[in-house]
């Protein structure tokens, strides 16, 4: 209940300290800073779950368009947390569920949940499918291996995204680590369902993955989503689901520190890393892909002044990779970020998740700056 | 109208560039002040820069010598202030180029031939003219202040002591001027006095423009002294002092002229005379304009006070050079041009005295004198500071 | 209007019945003893306007008074500080034949706050009178340098756009920056106070601070040249006499090292100078005047250092404090001014000083002394001084010192200059985005045809809101 | 003017574009609240509309039509709403949101100045000025806020302005009617563009009249700002001392050696605060850990020069603050960042709940021991409790000096719990009113924010003066209807 959250909001000290980040005072809001109206900021939408809980308006499709623009990506948290002391998210987390409740999400995500309800996937394919991209590649189902391989609906699916998980499952062999995949047994991680505020359905998967983990006596994970990581790590356990997780990125830069992991060089470049959200602020990973990066003879690591705590989201977090409510254009975050790349002169945007991934690569075609920069999977560079 | 007298100052006036320094700088230790500027009792005209954009426009036919231009131009005290704080000094004689006392002195003459002068002064004038004195007095009760002592008449002794219009007639003067020729006397100086044949030395005459009589009462004088054989002058009266010593000589006067101040300082410097006082006595000095700044006689007065023991000699802010006009200089003394009431220039430079934290103003001028006993009486003030002449002060030092 | 029509001026007895028979007068000697300014022939040649009344107020009160009176009858007021004026200053100029002279000097009060540091002064209080009154309490006043002798208080804010350079303006700016608050006439005759205290603040009697909490409304009675109200009081900040002055010179050399020497002290924090003049005369070597100003000797020694550093980083050598130095070096003193010209009888003026942007004072010298071969450079000068001074970081003083010769009297050469070179001096430094220093007087005509459009008519909207009569000062600015 | 709703809505669009522009309430409820307007409980009005414009010849198109159709416009830079200036105080105006007016137009390194939009934050501007060893001279707030909505508030800085005087000194302004507006040396037709660098030329000082005007007198769309150069060494230190008295004395002295870069009092509560991130504020224990080994009251001192002035400087401070009975103490790393100017850790005295009742006044120095004791008194009166711990309050106290002159800015913070029920807020209310009552009137503390309780200290004829200066500005009354500050 939002009402639940009346003292949080109430807290809210409509300071702004949302909109940009300390340190550095760069604009750090995804909608924010494509909509601009504070409407479309925390210290906005605050206002707007307060001025419901004085009954001075109601949660209606009005506000929707401010709700689901937000991605999630705990920018305005990182900020007000340690200043104000206010967890904007989880207000906003909220006012996702009680729009749910009420039905007033909007068109794009109800298609969204629906496909996730009738296909168990957002991309309407038949779960017979889900194994398919790990077809002519050795690559055990899970059979008492130490780890399960978790790669989720986009490493199922995408076809990018069917790249990174293979050269994902392709380093991980190389590392000399005992893992399995689900396959076609697989089952949605639910992260971005519980962010668009379907709680039911996502406990529904959730209790799904848990049994069927649990049946296959699986005791730990590696994901390939940092979504799914952030699902596994931080929600599961509230239904009893305790394993141990980590992002392939924790994986690997262990691997490579302990020398299990042998490293071939590349060519001299300089490559920048994107932080991915449910990687980053969400869970504090900010190391390893740098660990990794650094491993790496030839690569020259060159920050964003957006980086770790303060990265700048690609847009996609919150669902909106699938719902796009966010929508496209030349103020949407993932090409604003293409561009900070190319400023700090790197060639390559390194980063570490499947959906960071798709919108930057999307961006850099939309900016035509595929001859300034590409993308790459940390697992790319391994290979 | 008659303008000759200015003419002649014509090049220096228009030299002046009216930065209105010559006002005075206000609250300066080193710097004078004009009585009237200091005052606010006149316009920019009364201030010598007023006064030399006066003269400019009158030389340049502008406007015309008038009644209230007289009244405006009376009210200087010809203390000069402003001769000593204007910068443009003429490297030469070491006087300024533009030279207001003197600019006000020669209007002041065209006034005079132009008969534009305002009554008060009209009224001295015409009582030296007639009486020989401003207090209408016959000529006979000139030696009166010298009945009943042994003061003799002048006959060969070294030095004739004149007392002037102010130690013969006004009653403070008198004073004075029995204390300083028994002083002297009693000090040894062989002294003699002209007493009903003094004649008026007519310095003030002079500074409020009347050439003419000052000329006769010069020659009378001279030949008077000469005929007596004369040879050297003690003068009680700075104004005195100054007339004999700056305007005589252009009559043909050839006469060592003293301020008695100098005579004293000269007997005292090393004498065992004063008996040691116990107790400290505060005390400060006021210098006349016609012995300070006109004549340059700043050391001797703060000798003799700086010999007798018991004595704390305390300077006032604005002294010496930059010493505060008591208002009694340039005729004022007898026509108060200048008026002021509670802003005259003797009770503001008075509070100033009080400032130091004396008990006794000191003067050497029977005219300053005077100004400050009216003071005192107007602020009430008689209970807090005496007002001594030098002489006064070492005759008790002296009876102890 | 002949002279009798002017011994009953409209207005004669009721101000008399104001301010008493003695403080009011029509005499025209009287009046026209208001016409004349220092160096004033320079540049305009004869004397100004004769006002038709010259009266002296002895109280804010009574000036109210006078103002409403000269509302009702349309006859314009100039008012007057201490007329020092160093040039041409508006008053001389402005109204008709009727014009109420306002002498101020009657208005001489000072009060002095130890405990909350500041000091309350009126408009005619002579500006080294308000420094020594100061000085004596073993404080600090921030007022002009050059005429401090001459101006009053109202005089200088009114006059002096920004309130008058302070003798160490190159590291406190202006004497605005130091005003807590003005009393204030305005033009209708209504009394008002700004800033943070009596006069803003029901329950304050003391000035706290220059803030009333809105809008800065001290801020636009200075340098109004007296057209948007007359000021009668005006409060301080005072500072702490420092116990050390220490003035130097450093002999800096060429062009090169001069400026990169200079460009350096003045981006130096904090500074370690209170004043820095630099100056050279004709060809010869630059010089640094600079004066150190600290509370205790380590502090004066550590500044000294740091100040002579820099200097000798950039080949400056101290110099011996020659006469002929000194006398340059005093050439912002009206006072050595007269020693200087008139013994010698000959006259000297400034050319083409203006504040322009800091960074390119050199240039602008460099096109200045060009433009003054070109145009009077003819004329006997013996003498001619360039000189820098810093006006805070951004900014500085930059001109042109002459000093003509014997032959040359002050009309001569004013005339000859007005002719030839003002109105190209004025497009020059205007190039530069400069003014003729902060002086109403000089630039008072410049200053109006500057102002851009929107800038004029606001200026012209606010007197009309201030003062509809146009009483005071009209056509200043030609407004 | 309603019916015409739509047919302004397409004007604006046509001059700020679809996306720059919306009336739609969700968009419009942030707008009306901020921490004044809810602590306050006041009810602000809906605006019509919220515009977001980019240049300033679209600034101008929008003033120009408010006057053609009477709107009233808010003006807002950044938008860090606590104070209550921003609001659309009468219903049915146009919200002027500059955020995106947020261009730093040039740095310059010679005349160290700053040419910038309202919508620049002063950290975005420190962090550009830092790259040319500049530094901002900021106001003591966070740095999200902006310079040129300080000037338009007030100017309080802890930096001391003898050295540093008029941080704003040149402004490009759209008046009221719609006309660009140059003040200082940029008011030259031709040659203001070659140096908007100098405060005081042309005439009367403009500048400052736009300063604390809260946007009565026009729109500020450019704005020249003074930087200081960074000294080769910067250094901050404290002084603890036991008492307040002492602590003040201190600064008073050492303040008028004029050598300090910044110079502030806080007792140690608000260190505490300061020091604590709010969730550690939180945490049980933790506060009072620290309020152990703070001292009562610190003087933070800001100095800069070379190595050995620094070390000099230090010296005299130590043996000034020494005389008084101050200790030196180390500085924790949140309280050198507040006395480096502060930001986020500023943002920490509204912790842990940030609710606050702020008393704030200027007044001479003398006379804070004792304001300090009557808020003292009055949240031991009203019973006060901390909001965290339920114990009875003590509020947190800083001290700024105004200039060199024996004025400071005093601010002090009684917190609260916003989210609690009226009837617990209500005794803070009381609380707050009873502390301002007696500061305004016994000392006569004046405001440094326009606000209604400025607006009721005014005299009359200064009232009326400002009133005037609003008509002749803005004789349409377009700019800030109803607001507490409104010149009507």
Known sequence: MLTDYRSTIYHCLKCGACKQAFDIYMPICPSGMKYGFDSHYAIGRISLARAIIDGEINLDTALMHRVYTCTHCGACDEQCHNAVGVDPLRVIQELKYEAVDKGLIPPEVRDYLKNMNVYGNPYMLPAEDRGKWALNLDIKSFANQEYLFYVGDMGSYDALGQQIARSVA??????????????????????????????????????????????LSIKKIITLSPHAYNAFKNDYPAWGGDFEVQHYSQILAQAISNKKLKVKGIEKVKVTFHDPCFLGRHNKEYDAPRQILKAIPGVELVEMERSRNNALCCGGGGGNFFTDMLGSGTKSPSRIRVHEAIDTGAKIIATTCPKCFNMLDDAIKAENAEDQITIKDLSQFLL | METKHLNELRENIFKCMGCGICRGVWERKDEAMCPVWATCLGFEDSTPRGRVTVAQDILDGVIDYSMPLAESLYRCTDCACCATTCDAMDPATGKPIVDVPKIVVASRMDIVENSLVPPPVRNYLKAVYVNGNPYKLPQEDRGKWAKGTEIPVFSGQDYLFYVGDVGSYDERGQKMARSVATLLIRLGVSLGILGNNELSDGNDVRVVGEFGLFQHLAESNISTFKDAGVRKIISLDPHSYNAFKNHYPQFGANFEVFHYTQILDDIIRDSKLFKAKGNNIKLTYHDPCYLGRHNGLYEPPRNILNKIPGLELIEMDRNKKSAFCCGGGGGNFFTDMIGGETNSPNRIRLREALDTGAHILAVACPLCAKMFEDAIKAENLEARLLIKDISEIVQEAIQG | MTESSRNNHPLYSEIRSIVGPEHVTVDEFSRRAYTRAPFFSMGAGGRGKTPGIAVRPGSTEEIAEIVKLANKSRIPIVPRGGGGSVSPFPPLYIGGDDNILLDTQRLNRINIDTEHMTVTAECGVILSALAETVRKKGFQVHTVDVPIHMDSVGGVLSGFVGGGEPSDMATSGTMNNYLLGLKVVLPTGEIIQTGGGPGTNIHQEKFLHRDAGGPDMTGMFI????????????????????????????????????????????????????????????????YFVHVIRAHSQEEAD????????????????????????????????????????????????????????????????????????????????????????????????????????????????????????????????????????THQGTSFAHTASAWSPTYKSFMQTIKKTLDPNDILMPGLWRI | MKKDKNKIKQLLVSIVGQENISGEIPDLIPYIRDSYSTMMGRNIPLPDFVVMPETVDEVQKIVLLANDYLIPIYPRSIGVNIAGSALPYKEGGIVLDLKRMNKILEINEDTMTATIQPGVTWGQLRKEANKKKLDIIPIGGPYQTSPVGNHLLTNITPYSSKYHCDRAMTLKVILPNGKILRTGSWASEHGGDANPYFRYAYGPDITGMFRGSLGNFGIIVEMVERLRPVAPVEKEIVFGFKELGPCLKALQAIERLEFTRTCQVYNNILSAHLCLAPHRIKEPGEREKLLAKLPPYQLGIGLGGTEEMVALFEKITAEEAGKRGGYSVPVELELESVAKGASRAIMHMYAPLSGFAAIIGCLPITHVAEINDIVKEAVKKYDVRDPLTGEPQEHELIVIPYDRSSTVYVEQEILYDPAADRATLEPVMQCLRECYAKIVVQYGASHTIPNKTLMKMLVPSYGELLVNFKKMVDPNGIMLPGGPYSLE
């Open chain 3, 302 to 437: 550590a500044k000294k250092k740091i100040l002579q550093d820099i200097c000798r980083k950039n080949g400056g050598k101290a110099a011996t404090v020659g006469d002929q130095i000194m006398q340059i070096a005093g050439m912002f003193s009206a006072r050595r001014l007269g020693q200087q010209t008139l013994p010698v009888g000959s006259t000297m003026t400034y050319f083409g000083e203006a504040l322009v942007p800091k960074p390119r004072s050199l240039e602008y010298l460099k096109e200045l002394n060009a433009l003054l071969d070109e145009t009077v450079g003819d004329l006997d000068i013996y003498k001619r001084v360039d000189f820098v001074v810093p006006y805070l970081r951004a900014t500085t003083i930059t001109g042109i010192l002459l000093y003509f010769g014997k032959g040359t009297t002050r009309d001569e050469a004013s005339q000859r200059m007005a002719k030839t070179a003002v109105k190209r001096m004025e497009e020059l430094f205007t190039k530069y985005g400069g003014w003729t220093e």
């Open chain 1, 170 to 215: 392709k380093a991980l062999e190389a590392a000399g680590i005992s893992f399995g995949i689900l396959g076609d047994k697989e089952v949605t991680d639910g992260n971005d369902i519980n962010l668009v505020g379907e709680k039911g359905l996502y406990e529904y998967f959730a209790t799904a993955n848990i049994n069927l983990f649990k049946e």
């Open chain 3, 223 to 286: 340098g109004d040249g007296g057209a948007f109200g007359i000021k009668t009081e005006a409060t301080f900040n005072i500072f702490p006499q420092p116990s050390i002055y220490l003035p130097g010179i450093t002999d800096m050399g060429g062009d090169e090292n001069m400026w990169k020497a200079f460009d350096e002290l003045v981006k130096t924090a904090p500074y370690p100078y209170t004043r820095l003049l630099s100056f050279r005369e004709g060809n010869g070597p630059w």
